[in-house]
């Protein structure tokens, strides 16, 4: 009761790391937007999506908000080299 968000969200998850192999997350809602919010200081972490044979790496950063259809695009993330 105290995260009803109204229907908006159906999980929250706090991830600490990266994930480092492509994977697509098979039990994601298909028609669902997966958002990645961005907290601390370092350097790497890339979200890469390797579609097609092109690779695709878009650098986030603190306070930065990205949304994409995890149950769809084949994801990972590059290592983070410091902080």
């Not at 480092?20 to 350097?43: K, R, V, Y």
């Not at 390797?50 to 878009?58: A, F, K, L």
């Amino acid at each position: 009761p105290a995260l009803d968000f109204g229907g908006v969200f159906f999980t929250v998850a706090i991830k600490e790391g990266t994930s480092e192999i492509i994977h697509i997350d098979w039990n994601d809602c298909i028609n669902s937007i997966t958002w990645l919010i961005a907290l601390g200081d370092w350097e790497g972490g890339y979200i890469v999506f390797p579609q097609d044979g092109i690779m695709c790496r878009i650098p986030i950063r603190a306070g930065d908000a990205f949304g994409f259809m995890a149950h769809t695009l084949a994801h990972c993330t590059t290592p983070v080299t410091k902080g």
